[in-house]
């Protein structure tokens, strides 16, 4: 059995995967590092917000345990905004936020009986018990078929449904509370007068999936690729009515409910889902409790073929120890608890004709190949593409021009090549090359060390233009509502956008001319674009695609960049514009000083703000009246200069008529203190918004003092201790 060890983020990681991680050294890993964090956040991001993944999920968890390993090697690696240490994504803005009183986790995964052995021996460890299962007859596991659907949390109210939201990043949800309304299955009054929180699972069935895209296929349009994604969504609709004619379904598997004396009113995972069915909520009965090891694993046996014959998806099944008290002892690391495995089913294989490998260009220029092959069907759907990731999967993989090969679908969504078949030559394959030039513009490609990354360097190639752009407008840059890719593609089309600061320019006329653009319409975009305009410091930096900067190392940097350039006594017009010029004349060295910021991180800024393209960039966007808010300036730990609420943890709930969540908490911090997700002892103030909910009644319990928008003003101004 392969040794595996517990690391930071609940992913059980073979020994000898740290031990590879520790023979690059320091510097080697965290070069490797720094190439993985984008790509796993940008798949987070296509998983749980866009619900459009592109990697398998057999690709996303071996990336994952190698930035594992490496972090697990090299501890001090492991920074707060590392994947390894976040659920999800965050919200997306297009609804409002709802922070959870608890976090809702993520699990690890195990695909193999050995890893669940090991699973089951690490909780023994843990529990201190003995590794024979014959000596511990108090542990217990209950299995639970994983539905592959969208997280959901729901709360009662005096046995009243009164919100719903999604798992977001863990933390902070998306309200769905009108379209989790619409669900059939799911009650809108219990039979007790209770206080509950409830959470779940919403799917779509095989049979409502197919019958979408019988109706899509039918009106031309194009279908959806798993009932997963179609499912979320379908959740994350703007009108409940569309929800509504998707007949969506749920079940639930998670109870958070306290009696009198503040403790768990059942003491197990079966004894909770026995109260979820008695309280009405709909419990999936393929189930198995009261299980040692061997018991968890017949059950995944009978289930591995027979799964197929369910009206849902399941791509696993989950193994929880049964007992809370238990549980507790065991406890959690970063983004998992200790007490629970997610265990994979092996993906359905088929074989197929490698017919062709074809490089597709992305924004950063980076040329990605993709497989083009006879379409076969796999895990209920006909697939005829699949990306190969860079040129060393191809070499690694053996893939050759003409090969058969076999073709699978990861967790039954993302069409992945797993191998060649040799044995199945004829001698007319050939080796796949990349170009000399970018397919799209002609321009010399250039190699990275290694031939890792190959990419067109032309920062006008049309390819890395679109793929730009559209990250410029998207979620967590500038957030244009209604300016998605087949928009985007009309807008280039026709010549009227071609840099980032076109968008802005853009009129109500020009909009409507339109293919399938009504007057509306248009004038909804144009009012939306309005909006964009002016977007927080950070939010601007995230948009513009600088290489290696996610969206914590943006908002690290907009408060660094205020620091250098005080806001105080500016017009933000004239602000946005001072920084503008004045960023490209930063050092790699001067960079550093952003906390946070390595050496490698602050020599790609540098760079890319010292390019002149850059320098046309943001004076372009500065033309078109773009308007970066510059964040609230920190009190610096140890500065002498103790904010007014230096030494606090402040709560925020509800909706605030001058600041978003966002907004909030920054001025929290500007002023020296720190923000918190629920309401304890330790808990300073409460600000309270429209809508407050539990925490309100929270603070009321424990004394804390409750602050209204107003009182939260003169805080931050001074004016109140």
Not at 269 to 294: C, H, K, M, T, Y
Not at 481 to 497: K, N
Not at 607 to 619: I, Q, R
Request: glycine share 10%.
């Amino acid at each position: 059995m392969t040794e595996s060890i517990d690391q930071p983020a609940g992913l059980p990681v073979a020994a000898e995967a740290v031990e590879a991680a520790r023979a690059l050294g320091e510097a080697g890993a965290g070069g490797r590092r720094d190439e993985l964090v984008p790509v796993i956040r940008r798949a987070n991001e296509l998983y749980y917000v866009s619900d459009a993944p592109e990697l398998s999920d057999a690709e996303y968890d071996r990336l994952m345990r190698e930035l594992v390993a490496i972090e697990t090697a090299f501890p001090a690696l492991v920074t707060g905004d590392s994947p390894t240490q976040r659920v999800g994504a965050a919200p997306t803005g297009t609804f409002g936020e709802v922070v959870h009183g608890r976090p809702m986790l993520s699990l690890g995964n195990v695909f193999d009986e050995d890893e669940l052995r090991a699973f089951d021996q690490r909780v023994r460890r843990g529990l201190g018990l003995s590794a024979a299962p014959e000596a511990a007859p108090d542990l217990r596991y209950v299995a639970e078929l994983k539905i592959d659907g969208l997280a959901i949390s729901l709360r009662y109210e005096r046995g009243r449904f009164v919100q719903g939201a999604t798992r977001g990043d863990g933390t902070t949800g998306e309200d769905v509370t009108a379209n989790l309304r619409t669900i059939s299955a799911l009650p809108d009054r219990l039979p007790e007068a209770v206080n509950v929180e409830v959470r779940g699972e919403v799917y779509m069935p095989k049979a409502e999936f197919a019958r979408i895209n019988a109706e899509r296929e039918e009106a031309g349009l194009p279908t959806y690729a798993n009932p997963r994604n179609s499912g979320a969504g379908s959740l994350r609709q703007q009108d409940s009515k569309v929800t509504a004619a998707r007949r969506l379904s749920s079940w639930s598997y998670q109870l958070i409910e306290d009696g009198p004396d503040g403790r768990p009113t059942v003491a197990s995972q079966s004894e909770a889902l026995a109260r979820l069915a008695a309280l009405g909520f709909p419990v999936n009965s393929d189930r198995a409790e009261g299980q040692d090891i061997d018991g968890v694993i017949a059950f995944l046996d009978e289930w591995r073929e027979k799964r197929h014959e369910l009206p849902y998806e399941t791509d696993g099944v989950v193994v929880k120890v049964d007992r809370f008290d238990q549980q507790e002892r065991l406890g959690m690391v970063s983004r998992a608890p200790r007490w629970a495995i997610a265990y994979k089913f092996p993906p359905e294989q088929v074989e197929t004709v490698l017919e062709d490998i074809v490089p597709y260009v992305g924004r950063t220029g980076t040329l990605t190949p993709v497989a083009h092959m006879r379409p076969a069907k796999v895990a209920g759907s006909t697939v005829s593409r699949a990306t190969l990731h860079n040129l060393d999967e191809v070499r690694r993989k053996d893939l050759r021009i003409g090969d058969w090969v076999v073709l699978q679908k990861a967790g039954d969504v993302i069409p992945e090549v797993v191998r060649s078949l040799p044995e199945r030559r004829t001698g007319a394959e050939r080796l796949f090359q990349m170009p000399a030039a970018c397919p799209v513009c002609g321009t010399p490609v250039v190699r990275d060390e290694g031939a890792v990354r190959v990419y067109c360097p032309n920062s006008h190639c049309p390819a890395r233009l679109a793929q730009e752009l559209a990250h410029f407008a998207g979620r967590g840059g500038m957030d244009i509502e209604g300016a998605g890719w087949a928009v985007l593609e009309q807008l280039l089309e026709r010549g009227l956008v071609k840099t980032r600061g076109d968008f802005f320019r853009l009129t109500v006329d020009d909009l409507a001319g339109l293919d399938r653009f009504a007057r509306k319409s248009a004038e909804n975009l144009k009012a939306s674009i309005e909006k964009s305009r002016r977007r927080p410091l950070a939010r601007v930096l995230n948009a513009l695609g600088i290489p290696q900067v996610g969206e914590q190392t943006a908002i690290d940097l907009a408060a660094w960049i205020v620091e250098r350039w005080p806001a105080e006594g500016i017009d933000a017009a004239e602000w946005t514009a001072l920084v503008a010029r004045s960023l490209p004349s930063v050092t790699a060295e001067e960079f550093q000083a952003v906390p946070g910021i390595g050496a490698v991180v602050a020599g790609s800024i540098a760079g890319y703000f010292g390019a002149p393209e850059t320098a046309a960039v943001l004076a372009d966007l500065v033309d078109a009246g773009v308007v970066a808010e510059p964040p609230a300036r920190r009190v610096a730990p140890g500065s002498g200069s103790a904010g007014p609420l230096a030494g606090k943890t402040v709560v925020v709930t509800g909706t605030l008529a001058g600041f978003d969540r966002e907004g909030a908490e920054e001025a929290i911090r500007a002023a020296g203190g720190k923000t918190a997700g629920s309401v304890s002892r330790n808990t300073s103030y409460v600000v309270a918004g429209e809508n407050a909910g539990s925490k309100l009644a929270k603070a009321a319990e424990l004394g804390v003092p409750v602050l209204d928008e107003e009182g939260f003003l003169r805080v931050l101004a001074g004016e109140l201790g």
